[in-house]
């Protein structure tokens, strides 16, 4: 856990706001015949223009690609109907944000995205100094699972910080019955991820991308927290 000092949340409240800005931008750009990496490359561009430093590379991930795609300069991938993984980090002095959304371009899958996003919703009610973090799986779990739908349960939700976009403590998509609990000054990405089928994904050889398990389609959806002891703030609130 870092300091939360002044100019840590002025950096992170920056950063927030340009990693809103740029995924709000990349949701207005992606529309049916539009190649995959023209998108990506459009919001390398805005986040470069706005002033912000990559925390990594804008992804997009495809159907069954649960996240963590980041394409080759030359792929070929065209957006059609799929259900589409939008995933972008912004870092201003080193502080890192990290937000991400679901669209389904075919309009087949509305509830699946509609969990995802409920999902969220629940688990940032609770993000106050104190939660245990196993409580914030399971109120993601309940709403997931409500629709009939799984978490799934090897991508998690994160700590994040300065220069670091993965770090302790992990926040589950389902109960572990985890006891430690939230503190005041840490800042986390709490990040549903949403399967059809099977509860776990698949790790590429590239020892990154996640594929589900039965093919099936997956969603995403990601906010940037700080804890404070008057509550959460949502430092990429614009999604």
């Not at 649960?66 to 065209?78: E, S, T």
């Not at 302790?168 to 000054?185: M, R, Y």
Request: charged residues 20%; proline residues 5%.
């Amino acid at each position: 856990m870092i300091e939360l000092t002044q100019e840590a949340i002025d950096s992170f409240k920056k950063a927030g706001k340009l990693s809103a800005e740029a995924l709000q931008y990349g949701k207005s750009i992606i529309k049916p015949g539009v190649k995959v990496i023209d998108v990506l490359d459009k919001i390398e561009e805005k986040i470069k223009l706005m002033g912000g430093d990559f925390a990594f590379p804008p992804q997009i991930s495809l159907n069954e690609v649960a996240a963590h795609n980041c394409p080759d300069a030359g792929d070929a991938a065209i957006l059609q109907d799929q259900v589409i993984k939008l995933d972008v980090g912004v870092a201003i002095g080193g502080y890192v944000t990290d937000n991400a959304l679901t669209i389904d371009l075919g309009g087949k899958y509305t509830d699946l995205v509609k969990a995802s996003r409920e999902a969220l919703d629940a688990a940032l009610k609770l993000i106050v100094p104190g939660t245990p973090i196993g409580q914030i799986g399971k109120a993601i779990q309940e709403v997931i699972q409500s629709y009939g739908y799984s978490p799934v349960r090897n991508l998690s939700g994160h700590g994040i910080g300065q220069f670091k976009v993965h770090m302790s403590p992990g926040i589950p998509n389902f109960d572990t019955g985890e006891k430690n609990t939230l503190k005041d000054g840490m800042t986390i990405a709490i990040e549903p991820f949403v399967a059809m089928g099977k509860r776990f994904s698949n790790v590429n050889p590239d020892g990154w991308t996640a594929v589900t398990r039965d093919g099936l389609p997956a969603c995403q959806v990601e906010h940037t927290i700080a804890i404070t002891e008057t509550g959460p703030m949502v430092l990429t609130g614009q999604n």
